[in-house]
């Protein structure tokens, strides 16, 4: 039996028993030592895009991640820029208290131009400050290759040999170490898989990026309370974040707030103002009368678990953003608005000092 191979792509232990279970691959495939060994699963995602289910859960992944933290001489924890509470959730922080490593702001190519790399990564590094993490902080990308040949050259100059590349699911930690394998020239025993919905890592899997240093790509963290961790499939896809941020500046009469269709509702009280509304996903914002925000509430995906409506009032300050996880943001200027945010039951929001634009004085 050939059950101690694993998947090159997502790190399963291949099978050729159970075609719905991770590591599938038909028998004849599977027992030809001359192929290059990935499952089915990762096979029609990298050809043909397809949305699998995963098959890991949320209690194996964190215990497979524990376990390659303990392995680790030294952590890269990777963050979603465009989602950074929804992408750090308390399970990593008490992770990595007190481990070495280097945190990485991923999805850097999203910003708009007009907020430089030095901003952002200043902005991430006051946030992890919160969280009581002290790591040296990089922004990068992991599409478009930005900060990556720094990094690797920080990585070689260090003494560790064994790092660990942990992270919420879909913050890009498979598509930073294939990078990393493409610009070592290091790609000859395949690259891990990447896709567009969460949970496509299920197992640890090693890769050499020099011939002194192994990265280790682990299964995503699932947070619990990110919205694109509680919808369909489908709906994951279209909302983890992949495209360039997309801002709009609303001007709202009043009775008017801003939706998005079937996932949340911010009624703003008061009279005329100017909110901005930030994705970087394919849905966006649209500006609604309030007397219509039961029916765009009302437009949600049939496929998806539905969980109740839960209405929070929310202050946000002037210069600050209110920061729906795993969805988008607002962001209000010059003035405290105060709002109704209606979104999922079990989805969180934060409010924190804006991302995007002009800072407040202090
Ligand atoms: N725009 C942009 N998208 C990225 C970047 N890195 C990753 N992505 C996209 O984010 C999605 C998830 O990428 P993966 O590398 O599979 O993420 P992961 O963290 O390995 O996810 P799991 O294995 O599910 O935990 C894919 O659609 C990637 O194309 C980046 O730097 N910029
Ligand atoms: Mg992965
Ligand atoms: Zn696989
Ligand atoms: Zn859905």
Not at 316 to 338: C, K, M, N, Q, Y
Request: net charge positive; charged share 20%; glycine share 8%.
């Amino acid at each position: 039996m050939a059950k101690s191979r694993q998947c090159r792509g997502c790190g399963a232990p291949l099978q050729s028993e159970e075609v719905d279970n991770s590591g599938y691959l038909p028998e004849h495939i599977l027992n030809d030592p001359g192929k290059a060994l990935v499952c089915q699963r990762c096979y029609r995602i990298a050809h043909y895009g397809k949305d699998q289910k995963t098959t890991i859960t949320p209690d194996v992944a964190c215990n497979i991640v524990k376990s390659s933290v303990d392995w680790a001489e030294a952590v890269l924890l990777v963050v979603d820029l465009m989602d950074f509470e929804g992408s750090l959730p308390p399970q990593i922080v008490e992770l990595l208290r007190g481990k070495k490593g280097i945190a990485l702001v991923n999805k850097g190519d999203l910003l708009p131009p007009k907020t430089t790399i030095i901003e952002a990564r200043k902005w991430v590094e006051a946030q992890l400050g919160h969280h009581g993490l002290s790591l040296h902080t990089r922004v990068i990308s992991g599409i478009s290759g930005l900060g990556i040949r720094d990094l690797v050259a920080e990585i070689l100059k260090q003494p560790y040999e064994r790092w660990v590349v942990v992270g919420a699911t879909s913050v890009g930690k498979s598509t930073l170490i294939s990078t990393m394998l493409h610009q070592q020239e290091r790609t000859a025993g395949g690259v891990p898989t990447i896709a567009k919905f969460p949970g496509t890592t299920v197992e640890k899997l090693q890769w050499k990026i020099s011939n002194k240093v192994t990265l280790m790509d682990t299964p995503g963290i699932v947070p619990e309370n990110r919205l694109s961790d509680r919808v369909c499939v489908d709906c994951a896809r279209k909302l983890v974040p992949a495209r360039a941020i997309n801002v709009k500046v609303y001007e709202l009469a009043e009775h008017q707030g801003l939706v998005i269709p079937g996932l949340a509702a911010v009624k703003v009280e008061g009279s005329a103002m100017v909110i901005l509304g930030f994705t970087a996903s394919e849905v966006s914002w649209q500006r609604a009368n309030h007397n219509k925000f039961e029916y765009w509430l009302g437009k949600r995906c049939a496929d998806c678990p539905q969980s109740e409506w839960i209405t929070h009032e929310v202050t946000i300050p002037s210069h600050h953003d209110l920061a729906i996880h795993g969805l988008g943001w607002i962001s209000v200027r010059r003035t405290e608005v105060t709002c109704a945010l209606t979104i999922p039951a079990n989805v969180a929001f934060s409010v924190r000092p804006n991302l995007v634009g002009a800072r407040k004085k202090r």
